[in-house]
């Protein structure tokens, strides 16, 4: 595999038909229309969006930059590793949202949480925060703190 894999520098980005394509600087040579690959299969599909200015991992199997894909991204100097990410905790930002997927436990600092959709939870749940009620409609029994059912 004679120069297989080089780094590049994205400089320009688009979307075509259903793909995200990108120009690239390979060592002075610039490279257009570059396919961006993805983690997928049939369970999962990880979308990174690539930025002007990041580097990224660009393949050409036989060596040839005609041929050539990339994956995002690497961490440099402009964008380096989030803090807290170890062994046992994987460390997700996007924007001002962070999530620390831990062995016991998922933490999740965002401006704003959203649920679209049915929420069931299944254990006791804890609120350690100051509530805006708007509405609640409920079944079955409810017991609030002082035992009066709500009242």
Request: glycine share 10%; hydrophobic share 45%; aromatic share 6%.
């Amino acid at each position: 595999m004679n120069n297989g894999f080089r780094v590049g520098t994205v400089s320009k980005t688009s979307a075509a038909r259903g793909k995200m394509l990108v120009d690239v600087d390979v060592q002075g040579a610039e490279l257009h229309d570059v396919p961006v690959k993805a983690l997928a299969n049939a369970f999962i599909k990880l979308f990174v969006p690539v930025l002007v200015g990041e580097q990224v991992f660009v393949f050409s199997e036989d060596g040839n930059l005609n041929k050539a894909y990339c994956v995002p991204s690497l961490f440099s100097i402009d964008v380096t590793e989030p803090q807290g990410g170890t062994e046992s905790n994987v460390v997700l930002e996007v924007g001002s949202n962070r999530f620390d997927i831990g062995a016991n436990a998922v933490r999740c600092k965002t401006p704003k949480f959203v649920i679209d959709g049915p929420l069931e939870v299944l254990g006791d749940v804890d609120i350690k925060a100051n509530m805006r009620v708007v509405n609640v409609v409920a079944s079955g029994t409810v017991v609030d703190s002082d035992g009066n059912n709500g009242a």
